[in-house]
């Protein structure tokens, strides 16, 4: 704390002015609007400032930041400041999601405290979701900061992982502004694989819903960064050990592999290569079902002709080129199953 | 089961760390032998790589390999040893990722570049412990540098299979060396090799996550200064929509006014501010190209709901190989600022294969186009600017600092090519990354190579170059005092010197001052103290020493800053006409993502800003399409002693690329009436084959003139030549000729000396060039044939120009 200087208002006073604040930008007319957007403004400059000091101020103490989340709990400001989040000026959003994050990351021995503040208001987090919506496309950026920031936790994560509202990414990721939706895309991702155990849960249980209602529609988007993103992730999604079970779900369908077939012809090379590496698990599965064995034998020529002179001038990648090797030969070495 | 199961294992992000000094150092190793070379011949230092280098960029293994390498053979000391370099630089530039390793035991400075979305590439290496020694290596002798620069007259190179071949073309020989990609080029991919003894590559992802990643305004500095012939009275400004009272004063008189004010008069309809930018590409006419790089095209567009103009840079994604979060990571960085002195970002959408960046127009250009466009039109000797310009745009700039830094952003490029300047004079710094890599020609400012080759890191603080203990924001202070140097002398103190000489320079030499880069003793003494001072004080090797930008900006020297009206009158109304870039960008094909160019080598390649032009004409983007040959000329005589530096590299390395630009002779073949071509051959007093050929040829591919001009007061002429190269491809030469200045002779003359023309074809080409000139009024073509004849195998045939070449005039 400055020795000099304005005498410094205490976290109490802040919260309690910020949430004053807030209210009047919430309810006031014009005039007052503009006056409590610049209390708004001061009160976030100086939150952040007792969260993560300032240049002419030390770094804050630890005592301060624990009476100040302990008045944010309180106060249920979070929420507040979140829901209001549209209506804060430029600079102040940025402080907004600063502040949230660095109470978040707070943490008590092995404990945080803010985590555990959440999981019991929920309701932060899906307005946070929400952000991703085309009502305010001010606030998406700024509220998938602290999403991803949220996305960290399990606790957190599964909450949203369960939500109805976690079925709302797959129309955010595909929104028109390309910033929006692509940010929503790295908060969904971060969601379906931060935390390995939850998602594959996760997946199991939704299977049908997540794949075949929705993903899908993801793969067929006409927009090309949707399509080539969620291939992207798919391949990762079904090469992750711990989806297992998912992945030979996912492998055994036939329409899942028409739909690869279809796209390592597709006219850009990237998502050629990427549908490629979801491809390739189709044929290396030993226990190849009937529908899917016989896509690849009726293709059989085609599909060694094709991959032979699939990406040949990736040379210098050794596993892409062993990998097409194995392909092709184990491709050429398919035969029927013997009549049961 | 598990021969099956996925060989690929998703690693935590941290396990692509596990290995990068290996990889490195290994490459280092190979590098040293570079260094062994230096000692051998100092003459050819850093670029004599007599025969092929594969610089392995893998384990133990590659090592061992490397010491097989034809270069072992050669006889070359081979260190194989496998030392641990650090990391020392890493900076975004534009498309490519500056990496240097610094390893101060060894001495050894290595400087690479990656770009987005691949991960090696390798220059050169440098051994201070050795050449620290060599007096002539001292920064008084640059002329010894300047030898050397020119040995490598070229340096293409190639992306065969994701190996990346750079050709050094030197006078004596021709060197390749191949850089071998390692397996991964996808960086971000979580997918490890599978334990087959290649080693993990650092990936760019990686390198740039200490880095926040910058987006970069696209817009002017790919643009074309004016010509010189752009006379003073035509300084139309061209406001952007904001500020649409000032254009109907102004800009009535121009020749492409027409096209101005559409652009001006829907601008005043912009009342409804309120509605968002919009997602969709018919929401937006594009308009004029104003830059092109190797993955985009920026267009100055319309937006139609709005009414207001604004740049669009379209991505083409498909070119993009690196994850898409990179992009996301700089749109992000640009899109969390706003402030007047940063680059001003409105929205993107996806429209195909194609990423639309909307972003605000600045219509001025960059200040290094400015600035190159000043010395080329006037005496900069004693200084570029004065210091109330210099105060009042640095003052602006650092104000968009301050805001970058209070946002905990660092720029890491701060230079005159990165600070735009709006009719209005408003300054902005542009360049965070996203934009970056368009602006690749600028980038490379001090380069006369290819955009695969590195930047110059004149602006590069020594602690970014070393990073012992990191770096913050004071790393833009240095580059700021550099810029400043920058505006009043018009160079970076060491652009005369090669990357890894800057480097080494900036590190071991006293900080540089306003005359580190003189040619004469008090050359720059119009400068004052203050000035000096803060100059001084920005440029301290230790960090912690340089003010803040929040500090800077109470300096003394800042007290001397005018008001933006000033810039419009000082900056603008001397700088490259708008008019001008219009006019010359409306050659292009409105709508082609970049144009595509054929390198010496023979492949095609997507042009920058740096491939057409070279040398210090960079800047002047696709002037070069239309006057390569007399600009040399012209530069020739104003530029003081580095340019001629410049310029002779240019001539003898640049112009083949940049003149057989491929150019579109847009103009539609049309029938000359009968009389014209009549009157024509009348006239014609020289070599009847000539006639011939033309009453022929010519006359069928006669371009329609668009207008008759006014002959009287002389307007240079546009000339496109076009015949066949010694490939035997067609290949169209643009170039100008100043009616009363230039003669038909000089001009062929230049036209031999730049190789572009067999000296066998010196004489048809003047007689005939002279020909065209003084029958200007009704004679729009030339064929004619040429001595050199045809190679055998090829029959002379007029029409497909074989043994004929053909001279239109184009405006």
């Given at each position: 704390?400055?020795?000099?200087?304005?005498?410094?208002?205490?976290?109490?006073?802040?919260?309690?002015?910020?949430?004053?604040?807030?209210?009047?930008?919430?309810?006031?007319?014009?005039?007052?609007?503009?006056?409590?957007?610049?209390?708004?403004?001061?009160?976030?400059?100086?939150?952040?400032?007792?969260?993560?000091?300032?240049?002419?101020?030390?770094?804050?103490?630890?005592?301060?930041?624990?009476?100040?989340?302990?008045?944010?709990?309180?106060?249920?400001?979070?929420?507040?400041?979140?829901?209001?989040?549209?209506?804060?000026?430029?600079?102040?959003?940025?402080?907004?999601?600063?502040?949230?994050?660095?109470?978040?990351?707070?943490?008590?021995?092995?404990?945080?405290?803010?985590?555990?503040?959440?999981?019991?208001?929920?309701?932060?987090?899906?307005?946070?979701?929400?952000?991703?919506?085309?009502?305010?496309?001010?606030?998406?950026?700024?509220?998938?900061?602290?999403?991803?920031?949220?996305?960290?936790?399990?606790?957190?994560?599964?909450?949203?992982?369960?939500?109805?509202?976690?079925?709302?990414?797959?129309?955010?990721?595909?929104?028109?502004?390309?910033?929006?939706?692509?940010?929503?895309?790295?908060?969904?991702?971060?969601?379906?694989?931060?935390?390995?155990?939850?998602?594959?849960?996760?997946?199991?249980?939704?299977?049908?819903?997540?794949?075949?209602?929705?993903?899908?529609?993801?793969?067929?988007?006409?927009?090309?960064?949707?399509?080539?993103?969620?291939?992207?992730?798919?391949?990762?999604?079904?090469?992750?050990?711990?989806?297992?079970?998912?992945?030979?779900?996912?492998?055994?369908?036939?329409?899942?592999?028409?739909?690869?077939?279809?796209?390592?012809?597709?006219?850009?090379?990237?998502?050629?290569?990427?549908?490629?590496?979801?491809?390739?698990?189709?044929?290396?599965?030993?226990?190849?079902?009937?529908?899917?064995?016989?896509?690849?034998?009726?293709?059989?020529?085609?599909?060694?002709?094709?991959?032979?002179?699939?990406?040949?001038?990736?040379?210098?990648?050794?596993?892409?080129?062993?990998?097409?090797?194995?392909?092709?030969?184990?491709?050429?070495?398919?035969?029927?199953?013997?009549?049961? | 089961?598990?021969?099956?199961?996925?060989?690929?294992?998703?690693?935590?992000?941290?396990?692509?760390?596990?290995?990068?000094?290996?990889?490195?150092?290994?490459?280092?190793?190979?590098?040293?032998?570079?260094?062994?070379?230096?000692?051998?011949?100092?003459?050819?230092?850093?670029?004599?790589?007599?025969?092929?280098?594969?610089?392995?960029?893998?384990?133990?293994?590659?090592?061992?390999?490397?010491?097989?390498?034809?270069?072992?053979?050669?006889?070359?000391?081979?260190?194989?040893?496998?030392?641990?370099?650090?990391?020392?630089?890493?900076?975004?530039?534009?498309?490519?990722?500056?990496?240097?390793?610094?390893?101060?035991?060894?001495?050894?400075?290595?400087?690479?570049?990656?770009?987005?979305?691949?991960?090696?590439?390798?220059?050169?290496?440098?051994?201070?412990?050795?050449?620290?020694?060599?007096?002539?290596?001292?920064?008084?002798?640059?002329?010894?540098?300047?030898?050397?620069?020119?040995?490598?007259?070229?340096?293409?190179?190639?992306?065969?299979?994701?190996?990346?071949?750079?050709?050094?073309?030197?006078?004596?020989?021709?060197?390749?060396?191949?850089?071998?990609?390692?397996?991964?080029?996808?960086?971000?991919?979580?997918?490890?090799?599978?334990?087959?003894?290649?080693?993990?590559?650092?990936?760019?992802?990686?390198?740039?996550?200490?880095?926040?990643?910058?987006?970069?305004?696209?817009?002017?500095?790919?643009?074309?200064?004016?010509?010189?012939?752009?006379?003073?009275?035509?300084?139309?400004?061209?406001?952007?929509?904001?500020?649409?009272?000032?254009?109907?004063?102004?800009?009535?008189?121009?020749?492409?006014?027409?096209?101005?004010?559409?652009?001006?008069?829907?601008?005043?309809?912009?009342?409804?501010?309120?509605?968002?930018?919009?997602?969709?590409?018919?929401?937006?006419?594009?308009?004029?190209?104003?830059?092109?790089?190797?993955?985009?095209?920026?267009?100055?567009?319309?937006?139609?709901?709005?009414?207001?103009?604004?740049?669009?840079?379209?991505?083409?994604?498909?070119?993009?190989?690196?994850?898409?979060?990179?992009?996301?990571?700089?749109?992000?960085?640009?899109?969390?600022?706003?402030?007047?002195?940063?680059?001003?970002?409105?929205?993107?959408?996806?429209?195909?294969?194609?990423?639309?960046?909307?972003?605000?127009?600045?219509?001025?250009?960059?200040?290094?186009?400015?600035?190159?466009?000043?010395?080329?039109?006037?005496?900069?000797?004693?200084?570029?600017?004065?210091?109330?310009?210099?105060?009042?745009?640095?003052?602006?700039?650092?104000?968009?600092?301050?805001?970058?830094?209070?946002?905990?952003?660092?720029?890491?490029?701060?230079?005159?090519?990165?600070?735009?300047?709006?009719?209005?004079?408003?300054?902005?710094?542009?360049?965070?990354?996203?934009?970056?890599?368009?602006?690749?020609?600028?980038?490379?400012?001090?380069?006369?190579?290819?955009?695969?080759?590195?930047?110059?890191?004149?602006?590069?603080?020594?602690?970014?170059?070393?990073?012992?203990?990191?770096?913050?924001?004071?790393?833009?202070?240095?580059?700021?005092?550099?810029?400043?140097?920058?505006?009043?002398?018009?160079?970076?103190?060491?652009?005369?010197?090669?990357?890894?000489?800057?480097?080494?320079?900036?590190?071991?030499?006293?900080?540089?001052?306003?005359?580190?880069?003189?040619?004469?003793?008090?050359?720059?003494?119009?400068?004052?103290?203050?000035?000096?001072?803060?100059?001084?004080?920005?440029?301290?090797?230790?960090?912690?020493?340089?003010?803040?930008?929040?500090?800077?900006?109470?300096?003394?020297?800042?007290?001397?800053?005018?008001?933006?009206?000033?810039?419009?009158?000082?900056?603008?109304?001397?700088?490259?006409?708008?008019?001008?870039?219009?006019?010359?960008?409306?050659?292009?094909?409105?709508?082609?993502?970049?144009?595509?160019?054929?390198?010496?080598?023979?492949?095609?390649?997507?042009?920058?800003?740096?491939?057409?032009?070279?040398?210090?004409?960079?800047?002047?983007?696709?002037?070069?399409?239309?006057?390569?040959?007399?600009?040399?000329?012209?530069?020739?005589?104003?530029?003081?002693?580095?340019?001629?530096?410049?310029?002779?590299?240019?001539?003898?390395?640049?112009?083949?690329?940049?003149?057989?630009?491929?150019?579109?002779?847009?103009t539609p073949a049309v029938n000359i009436p009968a009389p014209a071509a009549n009157n024509a051959q009348q006239q014609q007093q020289q070599p009847t084959d000539a006639a011939i050929a033309q009453a022929m040829t010519g006359v069928a591919q006669m371009p329609m003139p668009s207008a008759v001009t006014d002959v009287g007061?002389?307007?240079?002429v546009?000339?496109?030549?076009?015949?066949?190269?010694?490939?035997?491809?067609?290949?169209?030469?643009?170039?100008?000729?100043?009616?009363?200045?230039?003669?038909?002779?000089?001009?062929?003359?230049?036209?031999?000396?730049?190789?572009?023309?067999?000296?066998?074809?010196?004489?048809?080409?003047?007689?005939h060039?002279q020909q065209l000139i003084e029958q200007r009024a009704a004679l729009k073509t030339i064929t004619f044939?040429?001595?050199?004849?045809?190679?055998?195998?090829?029959?002379?045939?007029d029409?497909?120009?074989?043994?004929?070449?053909q001279i239109s005039i184009t405006d």
């Amino acid at each position: 704390m400055p020795l000099f200087g304005k005498s410094q208002k205490t976290p109490a006073e802040l919260v309690r002015s910020l949430k004053e604040a807030i209210n009047a930008l919430e309810t006031g007319g014009d005039r007052k609007a503009e006056k409590a957007q610049e209390d708004v403004s001061k009160n976030l400059v100086s939150i952040k400032n007792m969260l993560y000091g300032s240049s002419d101020s030390e770094p804050p103490a630890d005592y301060v930041v624990a009476q100040l989340s302990q008045e944010l709990y309180n106060s249920n400001l979070l929420l507040l400041l979140i829901q209001n989040l549209h209506r804060i000026d430029f600079e102040g959003k940025k402080h907004v999601a600063l502040i949230f994050n660095n109470v978040l990351r707070r943490q008590i021995g092995t404990r945080s405290p803010t985590v555990e503040y959440i999981c019991t208001k929920p309701e932060i987090l899906f307005t946070l979701m929400a952000g991703y919506e085309d009502a305010h496309p001010e606030i998406a950026l700024n509220s998938g900061t602290m999403l991803r920031e949220c996305a960290r936790y399990e606790a957190l994560a599964k909450i949203m992982l369960h939500s109805e509202e976690f079925f709302k990414f797959f129309r955010y990721v595909e929104v028109s502004t390309f910033d929006i939706a692509s940010d929503a895309f790295s908060t969904f991702k971060e969601l379906l694989t931060r935390h390995k155990l939850l998602c594959a849960e996760f997946l199991e249980a939704n299977y049908d819903r997540f794949f075949t209602q929705h993903y899908q529609r993801l793969l067929n988007s006409e927009n090309y960064v949707t399509r080539r993103q969620s291939l992207k992730l798919l391949g990762e999604l079904l090469l992750d050990r711990h989806n297992f079970t998912v992945m030979t779900r996912y492998i055994s369908e036939p329409e899942n592999l028409k739909l690869m077939m279809n796209m390592l012809k597709e006219k850009s090379r990237n998502i050629q290569f990427e549908a490629f590496h979801v491809f390739k698990v189709f044929v290396a599965n030993p226990n190849k079902p009937k529908p899917i064995l016989d896509i690849l034998l009726r293709n059989q020529s085609k599909l060694v002709d094709f991959l032979t002179n699939f990406h040949t001038d990736r040379s210098e990648d050794e596993q892409f080129n062993d990998e097409k090797a194995y392909l092709i030969k184990q491709i050429k070495e398919l035969k029927p199953l013997p009549e049961a | 089961m598990t021969h099956w199961a996925p060989t690929q294992q998703v690693l935590h992000p941290s396990a692509h760390h596990a290995h990068p000094q290996r990889y490195w150092s290994v490459r280092a190793s190979c590098l040293r032998t570079f260094g062994a070379r230096i000692n051998k011949n100092k003459a050819n230092l850093f670029i004599s790589l007599r025969s092929f280098l594969h610089l392995f960029v893998s384990g133990a293994e590659s090592a061992h390999d490397y010491n097989k390498s034809p270069s072992a053979q050669n006889g070359w000391p081979v260190h194989s040893s496998s030392r641990a370099f650090r990391i020392a630089v890493h900076s975004v530039l534009s498309k490519y990722i500056r990496v240097a390793f610094f390893d101060k035991q060894e001495g050894t400075l290595t400087f690479c570049l990656t770009s987005r979305g691949t991960v090696s590439t390798t220059n050169r290496t440098f051994l201070p412990s050795e050449t620290a020694a060599e007096p002539e290596l001292s920064a008084d002798t640059p002329a010894y540098y300047r030898t050397r620069d020119e040995d490598y007259n070229s340096i293409n190179s190639s992306n065969n299979n994701n190996n990346y071949i750079y050709t050094i073309k030197t006078q004596k020989e021709t060197t390749a060396v191949v850089i071998q990609q390692p397996t991964t080029n996808k960086p971000n991919t979580t997918k490890a090799p599978n334990g087959k003894g290649v080693i993990q590559t650092l990936s760019v992802a990686e390198l740039a996550h200490h880095i926040q990643l910058d987006g970069k305004y696209p817009t002017p500095a790919e643009r074309l200064p004016a010509q010189s012939t752009a006379k003073a009275t035509t300084t139309a400004t061209l406001s952007t929509s904001k500020t649409t009272q000032s254009i109907q004063s102004k800009s009535t008189k121009m020749a492409s006014s027409a096209n101005l004010n559409s652009t001006g008069a829907a601008a005043p309809h912009s009342t409804s501010e309120k509605q968002p930018w919009p997602n969709s590409k018919d929401d937006y006419e594009l308009r004029d190209v104003i830059g092109v790089g190797a993955t985009a095209v920026v267009h100055a567009a319309l937006c139609l709901p709005r009414g207001e103009k604004c740049a669009i840079k379209r991505i083409n994604l498909e070119k993009w190989n690196t994850s898409m979060d990179e992009l996301l990571k700089e749109i992000q960085a640009m899109s969390s600022c706003n402030h007047e002195n940063v680059v001003t970002y409105y929205t993107s959408f996806v429209v195909r294969e194609e990423l639309w960046l909307v972003l605000r127009l600045l219509e001025g250009g960059s200040l290094l186009d400015i600035i190159k466009h000043r010395m080329r039109t006037a005496n900069c000797k004693h200084g570029v600017f004065d210091e109330p310009t210099i105060a009042t745009v640095l003052k602006e700039v650092l104000k968009g600092l301050e805001y970058f830094h209070s946002n905990g952003q660092i720029h890491r490029d701060i230079k005159a090519g990165n600070i735009l300047i709006g009719d209005d004079g408003t300054i902005q710094i542009a360049d965070f990354g996203v934009s970056a890599w368009l602006a690749t020609g600028r980038d490379l400012s001090r380069q006369k190579v290819r955009h695969t080759f590195v930047g110059t890191p004149c602006w590069m603080a020594p602690e970014v170059m070393e990073q012992d203990h990191g770096y913050d924001f004071k790393a833009d202070i240095w580059s700021f005092g550099i810029t400043a140097i920058e505006m009043a002398t018009g160079t970076a103190p060491y652009h005369k010197y090669p990357p890894m000489k800057v480097l080494m320079l900036t590190l071991q030499n006293d900080p540089p001052t306003l005359d580190t880069g003189a040619d004469e003793k008090d050359q720059y003494k119009a400068y004052g103290k203050t000035f000096r001072k803060m100059i001084v004080e920005c440029l301290q090797k230790e960090p912690s020493k340089r003010p803040t930008a929040s500090e800077l900006l109470k300096h003394a020297f800042f007290k001397k800053a005018k008001d933006r009206k000033y810039l419009t009158q000082t900056l603008l109304a001397s700088g490259p006409s708008m008019e001008t870039r219009v006019h010359k960008a409306a050659k292009r094909q409105p709508g082609a993502s970049g144009r595509l160019h054929r390198t010496v080598t023979g492949e095609w390649v997507w042009s920058s800003e740096e491939e057409d032009n070279g040398g210090k004409h960079h800047s002047s983007d696709s002037e070069s399409d239309d006057r390569p040959i007399n600009r040399l000329e012209r530069a020739e005589s104003s530029d003081s002693d580095h340019d001629d530096y410049s310029e002779t590299t240019a001539t003898a390395t640049e112009p083949a690329q940049q003149a057989l630009a491929v150019a579109n002779v847009a103009t539609p073949a049309v029938n000359i009436p009968a009389p014209a071509a009549n009157n024509a051959q009348q006239q014609q007093q020289q070599p009847t084959d000539a006639a011939i050929a033309q009453a022929m040829t010519g006359v069928a591919q006669m371009p329609m003139p668009s207008a008759v001009t006014d002959v009287g007061e002389a307007p240079p002429v546009n000339l496109v030549l076009r015949m066949r190269n010694q490939r035997r491809e067609l290949h169209d030469i643009r170039f100008e000729f100043a009616v009363g200045k230039d003669s038909a002779e000089g001009i062929a003359m230049e036209l031999v000396d730049a190789g572009l023309v067999d000296a066998l074809d010196t004489q048809p080409m003047a007689v005939h060039l002279q020909q065209l000139i003084e029958q200007r009024a009704a004679l729009k073509t030339i064929t004619f044939q040429l001595n050199s004849g045809v190679q055998p195998g090829e029959v002379l045939d007029d029409r497909s120009l074989v043994g004929y070449a053909q001279i239109s005039i184009t405006d």
